[in-house]
């Protein structure tokens, strides 16, 4: 196997642990534990699945330590194509990590609140349970901002695989659509929240066919066999 079509290989391997750690802890856990509008049956939920949360908190932190060692392996895969461009790449889905890791904090603020501990006997736990319920919304906050920059790193990524000529080109195309998508989500949900709902559903649409198809090639198919030479070229 070329270099080419190796470090295509793992970068698909990497896309498929950043989708599924992402998709468990992201979207799964929380609309699995937490009820909308209701502190009492989400602290429940929380506390009788407790383990389920910790898991998910782990989950979110591994989705973002890979993000690390994909962005580097797309950037190996890419910069040959216009190295600008892979540096923005590169530097946009950087920014987003911080966010990423700061951001579970908050789930971590969270369950101490729901279950209780010593030195915040003082407080009801009414009291402790709306706390906690804070600390999931600025979570969900949080995830908002991240998006941002992964909408924006989608960008570059699709203009590279366009131009690449060793990745089909409508592969481009979607990751270009899955910025705006992104984007969209996003924006909606900081600006028109009450909106936010019915934007997500056309937004996953974007999201999920850029990423799944992209993670999917790389994955299966690999990158056409040609060196890193020939690609500069």
């Not at 295509?8 to 599924?20: F, H, T």
């Not at 966010?99 to 369950?111: G, Q, R």
């Amino acid at each position: 196997m070329n270099s080419t079509n190796k470090t295509a290989r793992v970068a698909g391997a990497l896309y498929l642990l950043n989708g599924v750690t992402g998709y468990f802890s992201i979207m799964y856990v929380p609309s699995t534990l937490i009820v909308s509008g209701n502190t009492a049956a989400t602290a429940n939920n929380i506390l009788a699945h407790e383990m389920l949360f910790r898991v998910s908190i782990v989950s979110e932190l591994i989705c973002a330590a890979d993000f690390i060692f994909l962005l580097r392996a797309l950037y190996r895969l890419l910069n040959g194509v216009n190295k600008t461009h892979a540096s923005l790449m590169l530097t946009l889905g950087l920014v987003s990590l911080p966010i990423m890791f700061l951001n579970v904090l908050n789930e971590i603020a969270a369950l101490a609140l729901f279950r209780g501990a010593d030195f915040l006997s003082v407080f009801e736990k009414p009291r402790l349970d709306a706390l906690a319920m804070l600390f999931l919304h600025l979570h969900g906050q949080g995830i908002a901002v991240a998006e941002i920059f992964w909408g924006l790193y989608f960008f570059p990524f699709g203009v590279l695989v366009f131009k690449s000529g060793f990745l089909p080109r409508i592969l481009g195309v979607l990751l270009i659509a899955a910025c705006f998508g992104y984007l969209a989500d996003s924006l909606t949900w900081l600006l028109l929240p009450s909106y936010g709902d019915l934007v997500n559903r056309f937004a996953r649409i974007l999201m999920g066919a850029g990423e799944l198809s992209i993670m999917a090639w790389l994955l299966i198919k690999g990158a056409k066999v040609r060196t890193f030479a020939v690609a500069a070229a």
